[in-house]
């Protein structure tokens, strides 16, 4: 079992940045491939971001390719999400989830099969 919780939302201006954080409880985080996703108010959930296990290997949206990095400490049990030069249209309630046998091409496809969930925490971007 794995328990995620999502940190580091915010009200931020356009240009701006934010850092979010994903703490995950249990002893085998380490061996998730882990994901950020987001959904904007009247939207499906996208995907934003994906890590693997190793932190050898990431994926972007393109609508976030070269603004947002995602990385992971695995002793601290924790990924991040380090998001620059926002747009308002980058506004949503971004959740980090866990898959530990979707690959990280499977997991940028969509979020359907992931095996454990945040609750999200919200970003707003003001023009």
């Known amino acids: 079992q794995v328990q995620l919780v999502e940190s580091g939302g915010g009200l931020v201006q356009a240009g701006g940045s934010l850092r979010l954080s994903c703490a995950a409880s249990?002893?085998?985080?380490?061996?998730?491939?882990m994901g950020w996703f987001r959904q904007a108010p009247g939207k499906e959930r996208e995907f934003v971001a994906v890590?693997?296990?190793?932190?050898?290997?990431?994926l972007y949206a393109d609508s976030v390719k070269g603004r947002f990095t995602i990385s992971r400490d695995n002793a601290k049990n924790t990924v991040y999400l380090e998001m620059n030069s926002l747009k308002p249209e980058d506004t949503a309630v971004y959740y980090c989830?866990?898959?530990?046998?979707?690959?990280?091409?499977?997991?940028?496809?969509?979020?359907?099969?992931?095996?454990?969930w945040g609750k999200g925490t919200l970003v707003t971007v003001s023009s």
């Open positions: 989830a866990a898959s530990r046998y979707r690959t990280i091409m499977e997991i940028m496809a969509g979020p359907n099969g992931m095996d454990y």
């Open positions: 249990g002893r085998t985080f380490s061996t998730y491939n």
């Open positions: 890590i693997r296990w190793t932190g050898g290997s990431t």
